[in-house]
């Protein structure tokens, strides 16, 4: 493509030293520079790529896309915006051919509830004999590839490659998880979404939105950004939706399962460890699902896809098919089974609200004693972390205080921190290294008991000061589980 042609889309640009070019690739990242490449510097939170152009130009790259004119010896065309980080949006859609007019692209926000409510989407548009791609929390999932993610929503430029990849492999449907970081940062900016997937809001990421106003704010943006055909499915159930509907142009499809007078709604029949049980109802049907994922929030999620489906046109049947079919979703409430008489579970959980939620769904099903494994996250929102304590202390028989990706902190201040939530000490022990926690808490088990490890879920690291160290909670537990059953054979 030339570089004449890929501009073209910026608007309200200046530009000087222009030379005409053959563009080979797009990046605001100065390590990825190659010969032929645009370079598009972003000032982020903590370094600002203008301070490295050099790099980036010695690297090969043809063109600049700047904030501000560049002054440097060596003359290369600069174009100047306002907002490099729209401009990156608006290249990498030019650049990759605007795959996604050429799909049905679904969004998903929300503060917990994205990753679930993407896989039961994907498995309702498999079931109906199409394949879907997937950009979200735990993968990115193209057709060809399958990448490990780095975070839930990537930089814009990786969108449109992942978009372009996937219709190359024959891919029309894509699931896209939007993170309130990623709406802020303009990465979806320039994808046509189809539909887009409210599932709810609680306080989350205000050491980087200073409050939930701002939080909300981002995250209307992507039902804001829907046209007048595409569809807004929102929870009925949560107030937040209100304001998202006013918001929108689009067509709003209701879920819930209180609320009458949501389009889509549950009327719950059983709930137990191995099947939650429900009559789907709606404008296009009922039907009887018998769905493999645990608890009322899980409800919500199929819910929320349902209505998804139903909106662009799936059958109910497959609907059933597609939820039903779906067997676990990593970390989300995983179960480990070693054949041992009590459950143990891995999940997620890394905010109060979410801990709330699995473990009082956790309590409706458990005959014996909740036995929790939890900590926080260092260099993050440090006002949840008394809350994470109260939360565990009010639902939980006895719980282990650990380490969650300490990051630069110090494990111990973060458990201190945590502790200030906590009334009765009794009922929890402090133990910084999580391995030992999860052991000393696994082998505390008995018949009946349901063991959780909460916060790290499909993660398979843990990141503390400048080290990124192999860490799965779930081969943890296996291996504790398998040695227990080794020693008393």
Same mark, same amino acid.
């Given at each position: !493509?030339?570089?004449s042609e890929l501009c073209s889309c910026?608007?309200?640009?200046?530009?000087?030293?222009?030379?005409?070019?053959?563009?080979?690739?797009?990046?605001?990242?100065?390590?990825?520079?190659?010969?032929?490449?645009? #370079?598009?510097?972003?000032?982020?939170?903590?370094?600002?790529?203008? =301070?490295?152009?050099?790099?980036?130009?010695?690297?090969?790259?043809?063109?600049? $896309?700047?904030?501000?004119?560049? /002054?440097?010896?060596?003359?290369?065309?600069?174009?100047?915006?306002?907002?490099?980080?729209?401009?990156?949006?608006?290249?990498?859609?030019? #650049?990759?051919?605007?795959?996604? &007019?050429?799909?049905?692209?679904?969004?998903?926000?929300?503060?917990?509830?994205?990753?679930?409510?993407?896989?039961?989407? @994907?498995?309702?548009? *498999?079931?109906?004999?199409?394949?879907?791609?997937?950009?979200?929390?735990?993968?990115?999932?193209?057709?060809?590839?399958?990448?490990?993610?780095?975070?839930?929503?990537?930089?814009?430029?990786?969108?449109?490659?992942?978009?372009?990849? !996937?219709?190359?492999?024959?891919?029309? +449907?894509?699931?896209?998880?939007? &993170?309130?970081? %990623?709406?802020?940062?303009?990465?979806? /900016?320039?994808?046509?979404?189809?539909?887009?997937?409210?599932?709810?809001?609680?306080?989350?990421?205000? =050491?980087?939105?200073?409050?939930?106003?701002?939080?909300?704010? *981002?995250?209307?943006?992507?039902?804001?950004?829907?046209?007048?055909?595409? #569809?807004?499915?929102?929870?009925?159930?949560?107030?937040?939706?209100?304001?998202?509907?006013?918001?929108?142009?689009?067509?709003?499809?209701?879920?819930?399962? @209180?609320?009458?007078?949501?389009?889509?709604?549950?009327?719950?029949?059983? !709930?137990?460890?191995?099947?939650?049980r429900f009559l789907l109802n709606s404008?296009?049907?009922?039907?009887?699902?018998?769905?493999?994922?645990?608890?009322?929030?899980?409800? +919500?999620?199929?819910?929320?896809?349902?209505?998804?489906?139903?909106?662009?046109?799936?059958?109910?049947?497959?609907?059933?098919?597609?939820?039903?079919?779906?067997? $676990? $979703?990593?970390?989300?409430?995983?179960?480990?089974?070693?054949?041992?008489?009590?459950?143990?579970?891995? =999940?997620?959980?890394?905010?109060?609200?979410?801990?709330?939620?699995?473990?009082?769904?956790?309590?409706?099903?458990?005959?014996?004693?909740?036995?929790?494994?939890?900590?926080?996250?260092?260099?993050? =929102?440090?006002?949840?972390?008394?809350?994470?304590?109260?939360?565990? *202390?009010?639902? %939980? /028989?006895?719980?282990?205080?650990?380490?969650?990706?300490?990051?630069?902190?110090?494990?111990?201040?973060?458990?201190?921190?945590?502790?200030?939530?906590?009334?009765?000490?009794?009922?929890?022990? $402090?133990?910084? /290294?999580?391995?030992? %926690?999860?052991? *000393?808490?696994?082998?505390?088990?008995?018949?009946?008991?349901?063991v959780i490890i909460a916060g790290k879920?499909?993660?398979?690291?843990?990141?503390?000061?400048?080290?990124?160290?192999?860490?799965?909670?779930?081969?943890?537990?296996?291996?504790?589980?398998?040695?227990?059953?080794?020693?008393? !054979?």
């Open positions: !493509m030339k570089l910026l608007k309200d640009h200046q530009s000087c030293d222009f030379v005409e070019k053959e563009v080979c690739g797009i990046t605001h990242d100065s390590r990825k520079v190659k010969g032929g490449y645009v #370079f598009v510097a972003i000032k982020g939170h903590t370094v600002d790529g203008h =301070d490295f152009i050099a790099g980036a130009i010695e690297k090969g790259a043809i063109a600049l $896309v700047v904030g501000k004119k560049i /002054d440097i010896a060596l003359r290369i065309p600069q174009f100047i915006v306002s907002n490099t980080r729209y401009a990156l949006a608006s290249l990498s859609c030019r #650049f990759y051919g605007e795959p996604s &007019s050429q799909m049905t692209v679904v969004g998903i926000t929300g503060t917990n509830g994205k990753t679930t409510t993407s896989y039961l989407t @994907k498995s309702i548009i *498999e079931a109906s004999g199409n394949k879907a791609g997937l950009i979200g929390t735990i993968q990115y999932e193209t057709g060809k590839r399958v990448l490990p993610a780095q975070e839930t929503t990537p930089e814009s430029v990786e969108i449109q490659s992942y978009l372009s990849e !996937m219709l190359k492999s024959g891919i029309k +449907y894509a699931i896209v998880e939007a &993170s309130s970081h %990623a709406l802020s940062q303009n990465r979806l /900016d320039e994808v046509r979404f189809s539909s887009a997937i409210f599932t709810n809001l609680s306080i989350e990421h205000l =050491d980087y939105h200073v409050n939930i106003r701002n939080y909300r704010t *981002e995250k209307l943006k992507l039902v804001k950004g829907l046209g007048a055909q595409a #569809f807004a499915i929102l929870n009925a159930d949560h107030n937040a939706s209100k304001h998202f509907a006013e918001c929108t142009k689009s067509q709003v499809v209701w879920y819930g399962i @209180k609320k009458e007078k949501a389009d889509v709604t549950a009327e719950i029949i059983d !709930m137990s460890a191995d099947v939650t404008p296009w049907g009922k039907i009887l699902i018998n769905a493999k994922l645990v608890g009322k929030h899980n409800i +919500y999620n199929a819910l929320a896809a349902a209505a998804n489906a139903l909106a662009l046109g799936f059958k109910i049947d497959t609907i059933k098919t597609g939820i039903e079919s779906l067997g $676990v $979703v990593p970390g989300r409430l995983e179960k480990v089974d070693c054949g041992q008489d009590f459950h143990v579970y891995i =999940d997620f959980a890394h905010t109060h609200q979410a801990l709330q939620v699995v473990l009082s769904t956790l309590r409706e099903i458990t005959t014996g004693r909740i036995i929790l494994v939890f900590g926080c996250g260092g260099n993050r =929102d440090r006002k949840k972390r008394p809350k994470m304590g109260h939360i565990a *202390e009010k639902y %939980a /028989d006895l719980s282990w205080i650990t380490s969650d990706n300490p990051r630069s902190e110090d494990p111990y201040s973060i458990i201190s921190e945590i502790q200030k939530g906590v009334r009765k000490q009794g009922c929890f022990r $402090v133990q910084a /290294d999580r391995k030992i %926690a999860i052991e *000393e808490a696994v082998s505390e088990a008995k018949r009946g008991d349901v879920g499909h993660e398979q690291y843990q990141i503390s000061k400048d080290a990124i160290l192999p860490f799965d909670d779930r081969e943890i537990v296996r291996q504790i589980l398998c040695g227990n059953m080794v020693s008393h !054979m």
